[in-house]
């Protein structure tokens, strides 16, 4: 059974530019939820996803923004970049309450 | 709100010995979750265990086991006969239903000396 899975694993992008990350869930999982991790925050809730719909979000600017798709894969996306966005984007899936799989992530650096 | 809290940024453990990793909680609600994720440098978060607050029997997975004791709002997680693979960082985290989302610690980091 595959795992979750987040592309690209590695992004570089410059301040002011905007971003999408794509997550894979596991088949037949429909929550979706994504996370920032940094050494200065830690692990950060971003938001998540059950059947397209948005159920929770967390203490992040609108720049942050996500939706999940009818096949269950997710998308977030940052706009105007900052330094401080640079973070490891963490994407885990489940069938729908706790025991949540994570994927390797997508390290992003900004410049 | 919420909060989980590990005390212990770094542990050290000799490889064949038993390690014990604390985690506290603080919530007002009676029905959530309780988990330790291993992360290591490959950066995938492993589920190690999970608890469930309505059960009184501690949760265990081969020679990873749990002391959760629900009125001290405390989940350490023992580990016997480490081995170099269990060098990581662990974070415990804390899930109720309704909320969709994990609350983490800061996390541990482990050490395993041959």
């Known amino acids: 059974k595959a795992g979750v899975t987040q592309t690209p694993r590695y992004l570089i992008k410059t301040r002011g530019q905007q971003v999408t990350l794509s997550c894979s869930p596991i088949?037949?999982?429909?929550?979706v939820s994504w996370y920032q991790q940094t050494p200065g925050q830690g692990l950060q809730f971003l938001f998540e996803?059950?059947?397209?719909?948005q159920r929770n979000k967390g203490n992040f600017p609108g720049r942050f923004s996500g939706r999940q798709f009818s096949n269950s894969r997710s998308e977030m996306n940052v706009s105007t970049l900052e330094l401080g966005d640079s973070a490891l984007y963490l994407c885990a899936s489940s069938w729908g309450q706790g025991s949540y799989t994570f994927g390797s992530g997508t390290r992003l650096t900004v410049v | 709100a919420q909060t989980v809290t590990q005390s212990q940024p770094e542990m050290s453990v000799q490889e064949a010995e038993t390690v014990t990793l604390s985690c506290t909680y603080d919530t007002s609600e009676s029905d959530y979750y309780l988990f330790w994720y291993k992360q290591p440098p490959s950066r995938q978060m492993i589920l190690v265990i999970r608890q469930e607050a309505y059960k009184q029997q501690n949760a265990t997975e081969n020679r990873f086991s749990v002391n959760f004791q629900k009125a001290a709002k405390s989940f350490s997680l023992k580990i016997s006969d480490s081995q170099l693979g269990d060098a990581a960082m662990y974070f415990c985290a804390y899930y109720t239903s309704g909320t969709y989302k994990y609350i983490f610690g800061t996390g541990t980091r482990l050490k395993v000396l041959a």
């Open positions: 088949s037949g999982h429909r929550s």
């Open positions: 996803y059950f059947s397209e719909t």
